[in-house]
């Protein structure tokens, strides 16, 4: 058997945690392999919706057990939140929740160091959700970090008190006011509830799954855009989210990778700072954010939207080595006057069709093609059998220029307006 990975193909929002949940089914492990409650997955069935945050989003269906791996970071307050959350839904937590020994834990002095980094970079902010997920990879690289197997050692306030004093030294060179007892508390009331889940070495747990034919979906946090090595740096996330981080996310080797499912907006988003080459500031701009309920998931802030950029698309299949493409959204294009995809940059006054080294100045420019566009509302549509004629040449023309077949189509937020092709 192998490893399916799911993962978003631009700045995140793509609509991971809806696919992941209507994919469940199909699978017996959901697994999480980077990132962190910056995440924010959002699904909607049963006319209620749900955003989680650090639990995969296969936490609703009966047989999948879902792993957070060892390349998620979690911070306990926010997870424990989480799972009050989904008290009143008479979910076997227990049984179908498990945590990499290896993830590393959010102290409340990450938060501190990340909101007075943010706040020291003034105009050069990179829009961090301030849940101290920079400094905790920081600590991981830096081989200082704190992880959920310590919570099993005698030595475990030992070592939570070392880092703690590491953290409030370098607090000392920022002017930020706080109350390290009233965080604390909270802390480590959470600690003890994550006692109550079991603790896993996910590498040999999923090694194990894989050889009694288990089906396993990695699912990913943010977008390929955000990643730190091959994103839109330095705007980006602090982990890995492209299809390798799924491999030192959950200790899987490449070899045991199978199916590559990249999901992308019909149009393009982005939350907080950084480059967007395809970024609309006109009522068309206002338009598909109202249309497309743009805020996001864990901060609330307005997404940046634009048109999409098959520049950066197909740099995306390209590193991730796509085999599915999904299509999200595609009912907020509907009745819009003409659909506009970016098919080239003009960068430094050269035609380039792939994404450049450094797309953070004014010396790029989108270059479009214009396509019709449906008039008909695609919410109520049950099969592909129903699409209008300008949808299915959208895709046609898509999957042309992408070389990569678009599988499913997403019609509307709920699980059921979700078409398989």
Not at 79 to 90: M, S, Y
Not at 158 to 170: A, D, Q, R, S, V
Not at 230 to 241: A, I, L, Q
């Amino acid at each position: 058997m192998a490893v399916d990975i799911l993962l978003g193909l631009q700045w995140g929002d793509e609509g991971k945690g809806k696919i992941v949940d209507v994919q469940t089914k199909d699978y017996d492990i959901i697994a999480r392999f980077q990132g962190g409650p910056n995440a924010g997955h959002t699904l909607e069935f049963e006319g209620i919706k749900h955003v989680l945050h650090t639990i995969p989003s296969g936490i609703f269906h009966d047989k999948a057990i879902n792993i957070i791996g060892n390349g998620v970071v979690i911070d306990p307050v926010i997870f424990k939140k989480e799972l009050e959350k989904l008290a009143q839904f008479n979910l076997d937590i227990p049984s179908k929740l498990i945590v990499a020994r290896k993830a590393h834990l959010i102290l409340p002095t990450h938060r501190l160091l990340d909101a007075a980094s943010e706040s020291a970079k003034g105009k050069t902010k990179i829009g961090s959700t301030l849940k101290g997920i920079g400094p905790t990879y920081m600590d991981k690289t830096g081989r200082n970090g704190l992880r959920i197997g310590d919570i099993e050692l005698d030595s475990f306030k030992e070592k939570y008190n070392t880092l703690k004093e590491k953290h409030l030294e370098m607090l000392k060179h920022f002017e930020i006011q706080f109350d390290l007892e009233e965080l604390e508390k909270p802390w480590f009331e959470a600690i003890e509830d994550l006692k109550k889940l079991t603790f896993i070495d996910a590498e040999h747990y999923i090694a194990k799954a894989l050889k009694e034919g288990k089906k396993i979906l990695a699912e990913g946090a943010q977008g390929t855009l955000l990643d730190v090595d091959f994103g839109t740096y330095p705007f980006v996330t602090s982990s890995n989210t492209i299809s390798a981080g799924a491999c030192t996310g959950l200790g899987i080797a490449p070899n045991r990778v199978g199916k590559v499912f990249g999901i992308f907006k019909a149009y393009c988003t982005r939350v907080g700072s950084g480059p967007f080459p395809t970024e609309l500031f006109d009522e068309t701009g206002e338009r598909l954010q109202k249309a497309g309920n743009e805020f996001g998931a864990t901060t609330g802030r307005a997404r940046r939207c634009g048109w999409i950029d098959l520049p950066a698309l197909k740099y995306a299949i390209n590193i991730n080595g796509v085999t599915d493409l999904m299509m999200m959204k595609a009912d907020v294009l509907s009745d819009f006057p003409s659909l506009k995809v970016c098919t080239h940059y003009n960068y430094n006054g050269e035609t380039i069709d792939y994404l450049p080294y450094s797309i953070n100045g004014d010396d790029i420019e989108p270059i479009y093609k214009e396509l019709p566009c449906w008039k008909e509302d695609l919410t109520g549509v049950t099969a592909e059998s129903e699409f209008p004629k300008e949808l299915n040449d959208y895709i046609a023309y898509l999957e042309a220029e992408l070389e990569v077949p678009i599988t499913l189509v997403s019609v509307g937020p709920d699980r059921k307006q979700t078409i398989l092709r």
